[in-house]
């Protein structure tokens, strides 16, 4: 009878530890072979700020102004199979992983934080620099989603009546 309850009893910690997600994380879905970024941009002679953040399950997220200086994203979406590639693609020509800590001088500041499977890669570059403002403009042009359907609804331009 006793090893029938000391059975039960495991039995049912085993049910209860399924339901309340212990499982590892490496259940957790990963889309973009384990690469993460977050992506804080500034201009601040224009007082303008943007916030870029890709989780290795395909979320997008992002935030302009005071969302953007805070790291409090406002927007988020999944992010289609052929976007990560692209991501991943824009990622790498950055040159991330051989990146000093800091490079460039002026406007824009760019701070890039990129988790991979070699670790955690973090570096500011100041200024232009072609390969950043590649990715940042794409991010922002995913970030643009937001508003899709306020422009789709728009009425056409055409001919006025009188």
């Not at 495991?10 to 994380?25: K, L, R, S, T």
């Not at 007082?47 to 005071?66: I, L, N, P």
């Not at 999944?78 to 000093?100: P, V």
């Not at 406007?107 to 955690?120: F, M, Q, T, Y």
Request: a negative charge.
């Amino acid at each position: 009878m006793r090893a029938w309850r000391a059975l039960s009893c495991a039995i049912a910690c085993v049910i209860a530890a399924m339901h309340v997600g212990c499982a590892p994380d490496a259940m957790q879905v990963d889309r973009t072979g384990g690469v993460e970024l977050e992506f804080m941009w500034s201009q601040d002679s224009e007082q303008r700020k943007a916030y870029y953040r890709v989780t290795r399950d395909g979320e997008f997220a992002s935030a302009g102004g005071v969302n953007a200086r805070d790291r409090d994203p406002n927007f988020r979406a999944a992010m289609s199979d052929a976007e990560i590639a692209r991501f991943i693609e824009l990622l790498r020509a950055t040159g991330y992983a051989s990146r000093g800590d800091e490079s460039g001088d002026g406007e824009p500041r760019s701070e890039l934080a990129v988790r991979d499977a070699d670790g955690r890669t973090r570096f500011v570059v100041f200024g232009a620099d072609p390969s950043i403002e590649a990715l940042r403009a794409w991010l922002a042009e995913l970030s643009m989603r937001q508003f899709r359907d306020v422009i789709e609804a728009q009425p056409e331009a055409g001919p006025r009546k009188r």
